[in-house]
């Protein structure tokens, strides 16, 4: 009975990120990898935001104040790119505005995770990565990682990502099979999603995206917003598996169904359960 | 009866550069923004033109000289790709060859202005953008832009793109719910489209390397070309939308609807007035 | 009869690469162009390799040793990237893993031809090209090419092709309506495939990262892997277009066909034939 509740509150939060989305249209930075940048825009406006990928370090100080949000991603980084996102992180932190971090494949190199742990540094709000990368994070060392893709089940990062969550101060989600958010005390999954999102390149740079503009409608609930995201995105992704023929279709119909979330639906559907 | 056979006219113009276009495939270089390349390059390809995705400043004087049109797209603009933007306009300016500028989110700095305002001098064939892109440019100031989202309606842009018409000496294209051009006197509206289109990212950009393809047909006529560009681009959009059931499959219905656009629908269904 | 039998023997080839990828899931490093990460990333995810754009030479010695196979693409090549490329080339070749070249717009210009002829100095297993690029780079010149679109059928290329694999020691693949292999003695020819394949933008690229995939399943059969990559790329393309209303579903079809292709299917349907 008590789960049942819960599951009802977080339904109800759920829908209330989605159907405010809609209405405020909040404008979201994005500085991010160049494989992710078509299905992140598109997974924006699909939700009700407005992406705008401006990534110039001379454009931070004339465009960053307008935003509602930053997402920064490191996933194709070079060392060109880390001063806007640093600079972007910085601005933000300084204008009290909410920043979400996506450490992709920080395992990847020494230069990825040195450029990953001065970000964090800059205070983000939340930090989305898969089990691989928040171990690496964690740990601050580089090669539990495959590329863009986990080796680790989400499960085996809670630890991680619950001592990332105290060192930061930022609200740490890890993607899976069931994906989990803390706040360094309480862990939260969320159930929704199908092994086919996997597939689909981006798919967790999307999530990151519709993390940031999840926080950007009430920056003074990130846990909520991360939680309510990740259970969102995965939720549109169940539905337009009913409709796909493999990954590529199911990548249209999970942002089809995004547009198209009924809040009967999320009611319904989101699974959000308590950890501890 | 007048406007029946005005109607009649724009849509016979509309199906020769459609025909024309699929039987010259004329080569189109594109330096444009991270985010639109792939629906930019699938459009071209779809409606029929050869496009090339080239931005090197070292190959502009080999390749430039090859090209049937260029295209310039400032969307994710830093300081190291506007000299390759500024020397292919330059050079197909020298060449007498059609170029046209999309002046994306121009409002989102100073920097961007600037960038933009140069490249104007060097006299962009058309210049395509929403109505507050196109309001910035006219009054060479920053802040009316909400990213690469438009807070104006295109109607509202009326006057300010017949003023940058006429300082520019460019045809002017506004996007928006009516589509406007105009030469800096003559102004018509070109009424395909459906509100969803603004769900897609890069469509913006992707009907202006359909202009660009369309003024290489005849480079002697843009403000035709630009006209019916809108007009096919948003008739393949009202088409897709049949089959479509959200953003993510319009995208894809347009596209392919656009490669399957045949003479009938195109005289039938292409409208565009006169204003003035 | 003969015929017969090679065919059955190329399909069973073609299977065991199919059916060892989506097992072993090898990591690919891809450096490539900024138009093809998207469809390139999701072809390998779908075809069950493990992807990884990652392009900083910073990352290269820390990353490039773990992984399966390397693939290098210059079709938005600039300045800045080639150290990258020809860092993440030589390692490869130094440390004996496998590498594939696709000279995209070789011909564009002296500055990529240059760039590519450099390359492939640095050895590469495989060399993937439509006709306008292997002529260029046999004969060293530019000016044979359309930008990325090829302006010579398949077949003019198969002396050119012969001649470059003999000089570079590489495989040479390439496209066109029949796709040609060959290592300087052998030739065969795929003939799975549709025109419409070529309205789809980095469709070529894509069919070299999944040579690259196949390469990484057997370094020491390059010719085989070629070959099968080719042909099962096609006949996904072929299953996609059952499907497909024009060039933008069938991009979808063909990932998700790629996906969800069974071994009778390729048994049956793969067209591979020696040609000398």
Redesign the interface.
């Known amino acids: 009975m008590a789960a049942q509740e819960e599951i009802n509150t977080w339904g109800s939060k759920s829908w209330t990120y989605v159907s405010s989305l809609r209405q405020q249209s909040p404008?979201i930075?994005c500085i991010t990898?160049?494989?992710s940048?078509?299905?992140m825009?598109?997974t924006l406006?699909?939700a009700g935001a407005?992406?705008?990928?401006?990534?110039?370090i001379?454009?931070i100080?004339?465009?960053t104040p307008?935003t509602q949000a930053v997402l920064i991603n490191v996933?194709?980084?070079?060392?060109?790119w880390l001063p806007a996102m640093k600079a972007a992180g910085g601005l933000a932190n300084q204008l009290g505005k909410p920043w979400v971090l996506d450490p992709a494949?920080v395992g990847?190199?020494?230069?990825?995770l040195k450029a990953c742990l001065e970000l964090i540094e800059l205070k983000p709000t939340v930090i989305r990565g898969n089990g691989s990368e928040i171990i690496s994070l964690s740990m601050a060392s580089?090669?539990s990682t495959?590329?863009?893709?986990s080796l680790h089940e989400s499960s085996d990062a809670v630890e991680a990502a619950k001592s990332l969550a105290k060192s930061s101060g930022a609200i740490v989600g890890v993607s899976g099979s069931v994906d989990f958010v803390t706040d360094g005390q309480r862990v939260v999954g969320a159930h929704n999603g199908l092994p086919m999102m996997?597939?689909?390149?981006?798919s967790g740079c999307a999530v990151t995206a519709l993390i940031a503009a999840f926080v950007a409608i009430d920056p003074t609930r990130p846990f909520e917003a991360t939680a309510s995201a990740f259970s969102v995105f995965s939720l549109a992704g169940e539905i337009g598996m009913g409709?796909?023929?493999?990954?590529?279709?199911l990548?249209?119909?999970?942002?089809?169904?995004?547009?198209?979330l009924d809040q009967e639906t999320v009611l319904e559907r989101v699974k959000i359960t308590s950890f501890s």
Chains 1, 2, 3 share one sequence.
């Not at 996933?75 to 060109?80: A, C, F, Q, V, Y």
């Not at 990847?108 to 990825?112: D, G, K, V």
């Not at 495959?146 to 893709?149: H, L, S, V, W, Y």
């Not at 409709?243 to 279709?249: C, I, Y």
């Open positions: 404008l930075q990898n160049l494989v940048m078509d299905l825009a598109n406006l699909a407005s992406p705008a990928m401006i990534h110039s001379l454009e100080p004339d465009f307008h996933g194709t980084l070079t060392p060109e494949a990847a190199s020494s230069f990825r580089i090669g495959k590329g863009a893709d996997q597939k689909i390149t981006a409709l796909a023929k493999g990954p590529a279709s990548r249209m119909h999970l942002v089809d169904s995004l547009h198209g």
